[in-house]
């Protein structure tokens, strides 16, 4: 379930089909996913005392008044568990304001019914709790009381990648914008995968990136994060949840988990960047059952590859450029998860083609290439083509 989008969102929609058993095997956190249920109902309970300290801590009643009392006209989405308000609070002391006064927040309150999204939401509070990275939602506070949960983060202006990417009447991104958008979301995963206890993210999808103003993108919703594995193991045995199109084929066959998951995850939203087409059903590629992946892998690696391009960006990128982000994605979409790269080779591949081929950084780095084997600086195979068109 996306959060914090900049204008009203219905989250569900073919490219967010959950996979069955989503949220049902028990999530792994330092508190107990089933603590503050008993006899059927939501009860309060008591974080960890080393994540509570990092957060700020709503009344119920401050969240009310904070976001108009949850009225339709601050609404900003509806996700699987709960829904998302605008609100307001104080910039310094962080307390609830008045609409329209002080910092801008997005505020997630979980249906009270759903026993289940109980369980993301503690995960949510218990990763982002701890984790911070600029390629991360900040999470803000929470409150429980009562049977209540909510949650609140940074607004996100800019609202989800999805938004921009298949809403009507969005301006178009440029591919500058894509492929640093890409290399963002690299950055947020190479992050979690590169902790001592690595976290894989599991539920990559267009709708979980969510966009600041100046367009930096941010992972969000952890609330189907998990421990990687430990110690001699090689994976996380898990029941598979995710959502069709953006889950990697050998999870979804064994629930094995590993953070080559992401991996392949990541190599779809780098398709559907490139493409401007769900992972799923997208009704351009011929039939609702086809994926992204099966439809664009046989241009990837070729000369074809403007086929798959966005057509809505006019050609205005370096066909070059666009086949070394392709070369990225059909790497990350290997169908044996040992082949897949990991994130920190991925992040560096998409970050030398962030580099114009004439800026003083790529020349030096030709320079020190051309130095070793003898070859021209700008025949230099590992010398990446700019953003621009030429």
């Avoid at 189907?224 to 045995?237: E, F, I, Q």
């Avoid at 889950?247 to 939203?269: C, N």
Wanted: some cysteine; aromatic content about 8%; overall charge positive.
């Amino acid at each position: 379930m996306g959060i914090c989008f900049g204008k009203p969102a219905k989250l569900a929609n073919a490219s967010s089909t959950q996979l069955v058993g989503t949220g049902t095997e028990p999530v792994k956190t330092k508190a107990d996913p089933n603590s503050g249920i008993k006899n059927g109902s939501l009860q309060p309970f008591n974080l960890d005392s080393t994540i509570s300290t990092n957060l700020k801590s709503f009344s119920f009643n401050d969240l009310k008044n904070a976001t108009k009392n949850f009225q339709p006209d601050s609404l900003l989405g509806e996700g699987g568990f709960g829904y998302v308000f605008k609100g307001w609070i104080d910039e310094n002391t962080l307390a609830a304001t008045k609409p329209g006064h002080g910092k801008v927040v997005a505020v997630k309150k979980l249906k009270t019914e759903s026993f289940q999204g109980h369980k993301e939401w503690l995960a949510e509070v218990n990763y982002l709790g701890q984790l911070h990275h600029e390629n991360l939602v900040k999470l803000i506070g929470y409150c429980s009381e009562s049977d209540q949960r909510l949650l609140v983060y940074d607004f996100m202006p800019r609202g989800s990648l999805e938004n921009h990417l298949f809403k009507k009447g969005v301006q178009v991104m440029t591919w500058v914008t894509r492929i640093k958008i890409a290399v963002d979301v690299a950055r947020g995963l190479c992050f979690l995968h590169n902790l001592d206890a690595n976290v894989i993210y599991r539920d990559l999808k267009a709708s979980n990136i969510l966009l600041d103003s100046d367009f930096t993108a941010k992972l969000s919703d952890f609330g189907l994060a998990r421990d990687g594995p430990s110690g001699d193991k090689t994976h996380v045995s898990t029941r598979v949840v995710g959502t069709q199109g953006y889950a990697a084929p050998e999870y979804i066959a064994t629930g094995r988990l590993t953070s080559k998951s992401d991996v392949y995850s990541f190599g779809v939203i780098l398709l559907e960047l490139l493409s401007g087409k769900r992972a799923m059903g997208d009704e351009n590629m011929g039939g609702n059952d086809e994926t992204l992946v099966d439809w664009a892998i046989p241009f990837l690696t070729d000369s074809r590859i403007t086929r798959i391009m966005d057509t809505r960006l006019g050609g205005q990128y370096s066909k070059k450029s666009a086949q070394a982000a392709a070369a990225v994605a059909l790497s990350c979409l290997d169908p044996d998860p040992k082949q897949r790269p990991v994130m920190k080779k991925v992040l560096e591949d998409l970050e030398e083609a962030l580099i114009p081929i004439d800026s003083p950084k790529s020349i030096a780095r030709a320079k020190r290439q051309n130095a070793v084997s003898g070859q021209s600086a700008y025949s230099q195979k590992g010398v990446k083509l700019g953003l621009e068109p030429k």
